[in-house]
């Protein structure tokens, strides 16, 4: 069977959609979808390629995830991402949770400092303080980086 590649369909702005995301993922980027030929195509970034993410000549599976917003919303966010070259951070991958969300989590690990280790989508990291391995927990997100968030406990064993 094929790998998997995710991408979005135009510019996702940042607000909740909950995905259920296959461990198999090897990237995520944001794309338009353009016609050549009779073909409808969608361009893979560069830095996919450069990053071992992707190979050329091999096949992949694509999911493609629309943009919800207005139209308007849409084509501004278009705009704004042609005029400002495109490659910036927006196509990162963002962390799959906002500070203040509410998430139920299974604790899997305990970190080096003693605290609960919980994993969401694409292994990102949830460290759960006060909890232990195998805990089910609710929890709200204080604090986000990049590769890790601190999520607060609001009630045990949901």
Same mark, same amino acid.
């Given at each position: 069977?094929? @790998?998997?590649? !995710? +991408?979005?369909? &135009? ?6 959609? &909950?995905?259920?995301?296959?461990? @198999?993922?090897?990237?995520?980027? #944001? ?8 073909? !409808? ?6 830095? =996919?390629?450069?990053? +071992?993410?992707?190979?050329? +000549?091999?096949? %992949? ?7 919800? #917003? ?31 969300? $509410?998430? %139920? ?5 305990? +970190?080096?400092?003693g605290d609960g ?6 292994? !990102?990291?949830? $460290?759960?303080?006060?909890? =232990? ?7 709200e997100i204080t604090?986000? @980086? ?13």
């Amino acid at each position: 069977m094929g @790998k998997i590649l !995710y +991408g979005l369909t &135009t510019c996702v702005e940042r607000r909740r959609i &909950t995905l259920e995301i296959s461990d @198999k993922l090897l990237c995520l980027f #944001s794309a338009d979808v353009t016609i050549e030929d009779d073909q !409808y195509v969608v361009e893979v970034p560069r830095r =996919e390629i450069d990053t +071992g993410s992707v190979e050329p +000549g091999e096949t %992949y599976r694509v999911a493609l995830i629309a943009d919800d #917003s207005d139209e308007s919303t849409s084509e501004s966010s278009t705009k704004s991402k042609s005029t400002s070259g495109g490659g910036g951070a927006s196509s990162e991958p963002q962390p799959p949770v906002e500070e203040g969300e $509410i998430r %139920y989590v299974e604790v899997e690990d305990i +970190g080096k400092q003693g605290d609960g280790i919980a994993r969401v989508e694409r292994g !990102y990291v949830i $460290i759960v303080p006060d909890a =232990e391995i195998g805990e089910r927990v609710k929890v709200e997100i204080t604090e986000v @980086k990049s590769n890790f968030a601190v999520g607060e406990i609001i009630e045990e064993d949901f």
